[in-house]
């Protein structure tokens, strides 16, 4: 069974320019977790997904960040425009519905903005 | 609000030998899970163990093991044999017994293991 895959694996763009990040979970999942870690952190949730509903986005700066989920399966994470501090590496997560559920991750995608 | 602290920024163990990596975390909470999970290069994380706030007796996998002690806040994890393959970034995470909440990381503890 495929594992939660993410692309693309690098990203390097210039301060202001648009990006974005794409997710496919593993099939079946209904949570996806968009995460993004800074050097030397700890993974920090920018946004969690119930099939098509963000759930959580509280920690998603919105003035510049965008997801979508359409049908409940892919995901893609936008940042416009990008900012020097957005440099991070962005983990994609899913699990199954309920309490006792593990959440596997991807490969992540390591953005630097130069 | 709940946080994870690993006061570990690297940790160095010789193959073979065992290594504890410390772990407390703060909740009001009483119902929770807590988690280990290994970060190599490729950057995925991978659990390794997982421990149930409920339940008294440490969970075990293979060669690690974890020191749960509730009351202190306090959640180790014990790395026996050593293998070169365990070098990697470790991070300890919480996660309230809720649904699909979100996990609360740690800053992680750099493992490196010396042949």
């Known amino acids: 069974e495929a594992g939660v895959v993410q692309s693309p694996r690098y990203k390097i763009i210039e301060k202001k320019q648009p990006v974005a990040f794409w997710c496919n979970p593993i099939s079946g999942h209904n949570t996806l977790y968009w995460y993004r870690q800074n050097l030397g952190q700890g993974p920090e949730l920018l946004i969690r997904y119930e099939n098509e509903e963000a759930v959580d986005d509280s920690q998603l700066p919105k003035d510049r960040f965008s997801a979508e989920r359409l049908k409940g399966v892919d995901s893609t994470l936008k940042i416009q425009p990008a900012e020097l501090g957005d440099s991070a590496v962005y983990l994609c997560?899913?699990?199954?519905?309920?309490?006792?559920?593990?959440?596997?991750f991807g490969q992540g995608t390591r953005l630097t903005v130069v | 609000a709940q946080t994870v602290t690993q006061s570990q920024p690297e940790m160095s163990v010789q193959e073979a030998e065992t290594v504890t990596l410390s772990c407390t975390y703060d909740t009001s909470e009483s119902d929770y899970y807590l988690f280990w999970y290994k970060q190599p290069p490729s950057r995925q994380m991978i659990l390794v163990i997982r421990?149930?706030?409920?339940?008294?007796q440490n969970a075990t996998e293979n060669r690690f093991s974890v020191n749960f002690q509730k009351a202190a806040k306090s959640f180790s994890l014990k790395i026996s044999d050593s293998q070169l393959g365990d070098a990697a970034m470790y991070f300890c995470?919480?996660?309230?017994?809720?649904?699909?909440?979100?996990?609360?990381f740690g800053t992680g503890t750099r493992l490196q293991v010396f042949p």
């Open positions: 421990q149930e706030a409920y339940k008294q």
């Open positions: 997560a899913s699990s199954l519905d309920g309490g006792n559920t593990e959440a596997f």
């Open positions: 995470a919480y996660r309230r017994r809720y649904n699909t909440d979100k996990l609360i």
